[in-house]
Each structure stands twice: as C-alpha cells, then as structure tokens.
C-alpha cells in the first residue's frame, strides 16, 4: 500500500511526461527536401485552412501510382472508376451487391477471387445499424471521387533506407482511404514476389470483405463508423497529421557494451491499456514490418486494434515500404474515431469516441504512434541469440531515440513482440529499459492484466536502479545470460541478474 508506494523507485503515471504538459514551438508549417507536405504551406500558415497543394501527375516508381493519374493507360481506368462511383454517389441508398459490382467492373481480373461475403453479412447482423451502411456507400464512392481534387501533389513512397515524412490533412487521408475502400488503387492487388510493390503492405480493402468471420464483422463496424464520421461535414476531422519513417544510421547505433546510461524511470502497471492511459506519451504499436499487420485481413492483436481505432493509421500502407531492422515509422496527429472491447476473438466494438486530444500548431492532435516491429521468433531460443538481442535492442532505439522538430514525451510500451511474435517478456522488457535509458526518456510499461510480470520487473528494476546498474553492464549480463541459457533453458533472465549483477558491477 502507501508505505511500499513511498519507497518504491518506480514512479506513478501522473509523473510520466506527456504531450500535452510542453508546447514546443514548430514555428511555421514547412516542408523540404526530406517533408513532403500534401497541403499549401501559405494558406495553412496565413488563415489555417487547409487547401490541396499544387502538384505535377508522376507515374514513377518514387511515388505512389495513383487511381487517378492522367498518364494513358491509367485515364481511361479512371474513366470507368469515375462512372461506377458517381452513379452508387449519386442514389440514396446503395446496396452491398452495387459496392461489389462496381469495384469488380474495373477490376475484373478479380472477379472470381475475391469474395464479399464479410460486407454482405454485416448487413444481416449489426444491430446497431438501422441501414446506414446502405446510405453511407453513396457518400464514400462521393468521396473517393474527390481524389483528383484533394490530392494534387504526388505522394512520394517512404522507401527503406531512408528517413523521409509526409504531412497531410485528414480530409486527404479520408479520401485516400474511400479509394481503397473501393479497392482504386493500381498495381496493388497482386502480392507475387517481383510484383512492383511486393515490398508495401495491402492497401486495397478487398481482403475486408470476404471470409466472413466474427473478427471481420467488428472491424468493419468500427472501419464504416470511421467513414460515417468524415462524410459528415459535422463531425469531418480539421487537422493534419504527420507519417514519418525514420531509419537510424550506423554510425548512430550505440555500442551497447560500453554505454554509461543509467535506467530512467519507471511506471508499471498491470492495469490499463497503450492507447487510453499511455495518450499524449509516445505509445508503441507492436507493428509488423508490414505496416499494419493483418489489419486488412483478420489480424485483431495490438497492431490492427490500434489501427482499427484509429483508422487513419491504414493510410500508411499507402506508401511505408517494409521497415527494416533500423528503421520505425512514427505518426503524430492521428485520431481514434472508436471505443473498443476485448481483444483477439473477443474484439467488440464498443461505440463512437470522441477524441478530445488537442491539437499543436500544425493543427495535429497531440498523439504520437511509434511502429516498431519485433523479431518473431518461432523457436523461443533464437531470441536469446546476442545478435537478435542487439537488433532488438537497435529496434528500440531506433523508435526511442528521439528527433529534430519533436517533442519527446515518454514511452508507453508493454510485451512487445511477446504474442503473436513469441518473445520473453523479461527480456523485451529488460530491452526496452536499456533503450529508453540510452535515449534519456520515461518508460510506462502495461503489462496488460499480466500480474507476475509486474511484480519480478517492478523488482528487478528497483534493485538495479538503487545500485545504479549501467546499460553497459546489463549488456554483459545479457552477454553471458546468453551463454547461460544456451545450456539450460530454464535459467530465468530476472533471478540471473539478480545473482550475477555483483559479478559485473566493477566493469
Ligand atoms: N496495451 C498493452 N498491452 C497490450 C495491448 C494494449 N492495448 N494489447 C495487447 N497487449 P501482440 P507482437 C499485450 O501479440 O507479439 C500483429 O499482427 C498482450 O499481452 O499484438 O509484437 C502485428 O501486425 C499481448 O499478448 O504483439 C504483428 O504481425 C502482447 O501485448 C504481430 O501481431 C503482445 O501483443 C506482432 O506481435
């Protein structure tokens, strides 16, 4: 109780820092070589409207192929999207069967592999309809129509190996998504392995529509409450938001064995969750290098709930290549549009949220996304290998490190990589302390109901902060853990270092 909580290292969440407590200053709404900004910077900056950027058609390998290009082969697509769309845009109501029918009319090749029983089903079963899905479709096909008209510059693809961002409004993010909604964009639905964008995520929304299952049926709910908000001029979202890839040289990759940094503080708590208690903070998505993950298909784990939530999020499939080892994606100004329940198959969701963040001076809410994807390992004892402990390690830091132009508040995180991804929750969570120690900044760590791991992290953590243990030293005992492990594989991380700590402390 009181007394433990007095004596305890580990400090409470209201001392975690947060977005909202500092306003940094971003000074005028910029871009440059390495920002790609997707609205006009001087009408955002003199009266904070936003109005779609000028910008030349590419068809280039650099950038996104657009549904809506000019060059020939492409217009006369266009031609036919556009008239499938404006005759669904221009009815009151329109039924699962015209949604189908017009995506697989510029789509033909499709028409025997892709199924759209999910959509056809929600129909029959959410009570919470009242047939609103049959008078929101007319308004997404309006929607995606816009695109020649909200989207003006070419999207340039953040592609591996280089740190590189895009900046544009939710009312460009809503109309991106409509035409994936309508599955618009070329070149996307093939996935064989020398298919041009075999290295991106899925963006089309086909693989949501077939194999009807309970999972599909929830997010869809969330996905066209998603829709309903921003067709509605009441509710349409007015901000911007910020996807920003960053990849972390090797020049800036720590040496692990001979950092000095001492942990920095701690929250830990069993109870509550990444995206509600962690909001202002920068709060960890366990990615996929894929960004996204299954979100598209019928993954329900912390990735595609966050990404089911905050819709917005999906855009960056549009144009995140696969991350690799030195690489995260960040996201600041995204909005969560639903309440959720439960998780994996009891995924339920749970209604409308009103997202109350507010909003810096690019008009972005104040939130802060940070993909790292974790190794997934199949055989357990991979991970206790130093060289994927130093990519985990290098992961982290990539994503904690900290860059020019934000504000960095501290981290919520939890067992990432400890689900579907099979890792050690003693050791993800010994990593991710040694990287936020080396980046200088606050670790809140969820351990999501899990009691057990509370306790031994909540104690490990104490005794090696009062001994004022440095990264350095626990990268050694890492180091011969390793070994350790490697002859018996019951040797738990948390008593290792309690019995062996000593033995390094002089290094
Ligand atoms: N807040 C805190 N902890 C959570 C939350 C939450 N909202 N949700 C889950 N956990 P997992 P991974 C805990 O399996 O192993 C996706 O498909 C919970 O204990 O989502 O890194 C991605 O796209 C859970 O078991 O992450 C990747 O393909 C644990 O965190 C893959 O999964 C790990 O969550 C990543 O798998």
Not at 179 to 208: D, K, M, Q, V
Not at 284 to 298: M, P, R, T
């Amino acid at each position: 109780g009181q007394q433990k909580e007095r004596t305890s290292s580990c400090c409470q969440l209201k001392d975690m820092g947060r977005l909202q407590h500092g306003d940094m200053k971003l000074g005028p709404l910029r871009f440059d070589k390495r920002h790609t900004v997707l609205i006009d910077v001087d009408t955002f900056n003199s009266q904070r409207i936003f109005v779609s950027q000028k910008g030349r058609d590419l068809w280039h390998s650099d950038f996104v192929k657009m549904p809506c290009s000019q060059v020939a082969h492409q217009k006369s697509r266009w031609d036919v999207i556009s008239k499938k769309l404006k005759s669904l845009a221009s009815k009151k109501t329109a039924s699962v069967k015209d949604v189908e029918e017009a995506i697989i009319k510029y789509n033909p090749k499709y028409k025997d592999q892709w199924s759209f029983d999910a959509l056809h089903t929600l129909d029959k079963i959410t009570p919470y309809t009242e047939n609103y899905y049959k008078t929101l479709f007319p308004k997404i096909a309006a929607l995606a129509l816009k695109l020649p008209k909200f989207v003006n510059k070419a999207i340039p693809l953040l592609r591996k190996g280089q740190s590189a961002a895009i900046t544009l409004s939710q009312v460009q993010i809503s109309c991106l998504l409509a035409n994936a909604f309508f599955c618009t964009f070329p070149h996307r639905n093939t996935s064989s392995p020398n298919a041009e964008y075999s290295g991106y995520p899925s963006i089309n929304f086909n693989s949501l529509f077939g194999n009807w299952s309970r999972r599909k049926g929830e997010k869809l709910r969330a996905i066209m409450h998603y829709f309903k908000e921003v067709t509605d001029e009441s509710t349409q979202p007015k901000g911007l938001v910020t996807f920003e890839r960053e990849c972390l040289s090797y020049t800036d990759m720590p040496t692990w064995e001979s950092c000095k940094a001492n942990l920095s503080k701690l929250h830990i708590t069993s109870e509550g969750q990444i995206e509600l208690e962690g909001k202002g903070m920068l709060q960890v998505d366990f990615a996929n290098s894929l960004i996204g993950g299954g979100v598209l298909g019928s993954g329900l784990l912390q990735e595609e709930i966050l990404f089911v939530i905050n819709p917005e999020l999906i855009v960056a499939r549009l144009f995140t290549e696969k991350l690799e080892d030195n690489e995260c994606l960040i996201i600041t100004g995204s909005q969560q549009f639903s309440s959720y329940l439960g998780f994996g198959d009891s995924f339920e969701w749970a209604g409308p949220y009103e997202d109350q963040s507010e909003r810096d001076e690019w008009a972005r809410r104040k939130t802060k996304i940070l993909a790292i994807d974790a190794m997934n390992f199949r055989h357990s004892v991979d991970q206790y290998r130093m060289r994927h402990i130093t990519r985990e390690l290098n992961k982290a830091y990539c994503g904690f490190k900290g860059y020019d132009g934000h504000e960095n508040p501290d981290i919520a995180t939890g067992k990432w990589g400890c689900g579907a991804f099979n890792g050690d929750p003693q050791l993800k969570a010994l990593i991710q302390l040694m990287a936020a120690a080396k980046a200088k900044r606050g670790l809140a760590f969820f351990t999501f109901g899990d009691e057990n791991l509370k306790q031994h992290l909540q104690r490990i953590y104490e005794l090696m902060f009062a001994e004022g243990i440095t990264v350095g030293t626990l990268y050694k005992l890492l180091r011969d853990f390793s070994s350790a492990k490697h002859c018996d594989s019951h040797v738990d991380l948390f008593d290792f270092i309690e019995k062996n700590r000593n033995s390094k402390s002089h290094l």
